[in-house]
């Protein structure tokens, strides 16, 4: 894809995101936090973009919005459970899920099988999201800009496809996760690559 490509999907991206009454009541409230390094991503924004290329009157419902952000300095659990109760207050019926990247090496062994290691920045681990489709995140600028993290690029997003990010990833998690996500049956226009 052609790197311009990349840079008017971008656009196409925020004028989407701005037309979401929810998702920039989500980017003003994660804002509130005052963090350096965040992004909402994975399927609050995939989600959100396949529901306006296919025309949904009825947004879907996200299980979880996520919120991520990359905090060294901070790798105690407890932080992304304060945060996470800041943003229940600001959006409280907003199913959030709070996670300092930074610190995923130190639990991922224990819930998939296999260390990894730690994650140097927002993008390198927006970057190991398990499809390219959902490795893309937003943020909101206190200049009210939207910010667009996509590390593998749009393309995948607004084609529509759905394919195994394989940084990170196993075939079997991979395929679970389509099995379960039902991508198709929830929008007509969603191709997944078989891995």
């Not at 991503?41 to 419902?61: C, F, I, K, Y």
């Not at 229940?88 to 019926?93: G, K, M, S, W, Y």
């Not at 390198?124 to 800009?145: F, H, I, R, Y």
Request: net charge neutral; glycine share 6%; hydrophobic share 45%.
């Amino acid at each position: 894809m052609d790197p311009g490509d990349d840079a008017l999907l971008a656009e196409r991206l925020r004028a989407i995101a701005r037309a979401d009454a929810r998702m920039m009541a989500w980017l003003r409230a994660g804002r509130l936090l005052g963090l350096r390094d965040w992004c909402i991503g994975a399927g609050a924004v995939r989600n959100m973009v396949w529901d306006a290329l296919e025309g949904h009157a009825q947004p879907s419902h996200p299980a979880d919005v996520d919120l991520v952000y990359h905090d060294p300095q901070c790798l105690d659990a407890a932080q992304d459970q304060r945060l996470q109760a800041r943003l229940l207050v600001a959006a409280p019926d907003t199913p959030w899920e709070v996670m300092n990247q930074a610190r995923v090496h130190t639990w991922f062994a224990a819930h998939f099988g296999h260390p990894v290691e730690p994650l140097r920045s927002l993008s390198e681990a927006v970057a190991s999201w398990p499809e390219t489709c959902t490795a893309v995140g937003l943020c909101l600028g206190q200049d009210d800009q939207i910010e667009v993290l996509a590390p593998l690029g749009l393309g995948d997003l607004f084609a529509r496809i759905v394919r195994r990010n394989p940084r990170r990833v196993s075939l079997e998690t991979y395929r679970q996760r389509v099995a379960d996500k039902r991508y198709a049956s929830r929008w007509a226009g969603v191709r997944v690559i078989a891995a």
